[in-house]
């Protein structure tokens, strides 16, 4: 994962082992991305009634805010 997302590398090197022990770490990470997914799967339930255009504006405004490395930083 952290080879992936320099966010994530950099709340990484920011947390762990300071603030946080590697295995807490992941266990937040991992229960964000769970978390997002619960949301992205109730929003794709309520889209089914908006226009496109509502429907477009929404997807944007949940995937801005649900970004699993931005979620972590803003636990410290």
């Known amino acids: 994962m952290l080879k992936l ?9 920011r947390l762990v082992p300071i603030r946080i022990d ?6 937040n990470y991992f229960y964000e991305i769970e978390l997002c997914l619960k949301a992205k799967n109730q929003f794709s ?12 504006e929404l997807s944007k405004q949940v995937d801005e805010s ?11």
Request: charge should be negative; charged fraction near 40%; hydrophobic fraction near 30%.
């Open 22 to 27: 590697e295995d807490g770490f992941w266990r």
């Open 45 to 56: 339930r309520v889209g089914d009634k908006l226009t496109d255009s509502e429907r477009e």
């Open 66 to 76: 649900l970004e699993p490395s931005v979620a972590i930083r803003s636990q410290v």
């Open 5 to 13: 997302d320099k966010n994530l590398v950099d709340s990484y090197d």
